[in-house]
């Protein structure tokens, strides 16, 4: 039990809606990161952020963006979605900016129709 | 462009014999390197990394090893047992930007009783 839950597990949206997903971090961890693990790949790093703000972002477009809370539990938010958003979405938690290792939760899988 | 290679997308092992996955990355600026074991349904697990000042890191049945000439890293289980049946995934960072951890498209293993 990593302590990384995300909610919800199973999504099917619209393509062209809205959609938010969540994640609680492990206790003690101010760091969060989100991926997208197509079918077939890696997860693919979103973004990251640390203490509220956001430190890092990969190659998503603006339309993939994100919030950390106060109790450093995090969203993410897809706006305008496309087929191609349809995938795995991980959230993983550290315990600081330079930690690499991380834990991950079980995923959201979104299925864009 | 894949900046970490798993050029076998999967192996099978008969238990008690060695498992060795292997990893390639092009990029030199990563100096920090990490395994992720996957079950179905669940989130990557941190199994074992390596920083580019070794080329061994061992944690029980566990052993990574960095080739940095070569750009190439794997890992050895042994003995392997079918728990360790799972996608791998390798993984890579740099030091200046320890955020965005790269994934490699995984190897799923097999270890056959």
């Known amino acids: 039990e990593t302590g990384v839950t995300q909610s919800p597990t199973h999504l099917i949206k619209t393509r062209g809606q809205q959609v938010t997903l969540r994640c609680s971090s492990q206790s003690g961890h101010n760091t969060v990161s989100w991926y997208q693990q197509a079918l077939g790949q890696g997860p693919q790093f979103i973004f990251q952020y640390y203490r509220e703000e956001e430190n890092g972002r990969g190659n998503f477009p603006p339309r993939f963006s994100g919030l950390q809370f106060p109790n450093y539990s995090s969203e993410l938010n897809v706006n305008a979605l496309e087929l191609d958003d349809s995938a795995l979405y991980l959230c993983?938690?550290?315990?600081?900016?330079?930690?690499?290792?991380?834990?991950f939760g079980q995923g959201t899988r979104l299925t864009v129709v | 462009d894949q900046q970490v290679k798993q050029n076998s997308p999967s192996l099978s092992v008969q238990e008690g014999r060695i498992s060795i996955l292997n990893c390639d990355y092009t990029n030199s600026m990563f100096d920090y390197f990490l395994w992720y074991k996957k079950y179905p349904a669940e989130g990557p697990t941190f199994l074992i990394s390596?920083?580019?000042?070794?080329d061994k890191n061992e944690d029980g049945r566990f052993t990574v090893f960095l080739n940095k000439s070569a750009k190439h890293l794997s890992l050895h289980i042994v003995p392997s047992q079918p728990g360790d049946s799972a996608v791998y995934f390798c993984?890579?960072?740099?030091?200046?930007?320890?955020?965005?951890?790269?994934f490699g498209p995984g190897t799923s293993l097999s270890v056959i009783p």
């Open positions: 390596i920083s580019s000042i070794k």
């Open positions: 993983a938690s550290s315990s600081g900016q330079g930690i690499a290792e991380a834990f």
């Open positions: 993984a890579a960072s740099a030091k200046t930007s320890y955020d965005k951890v790269i």
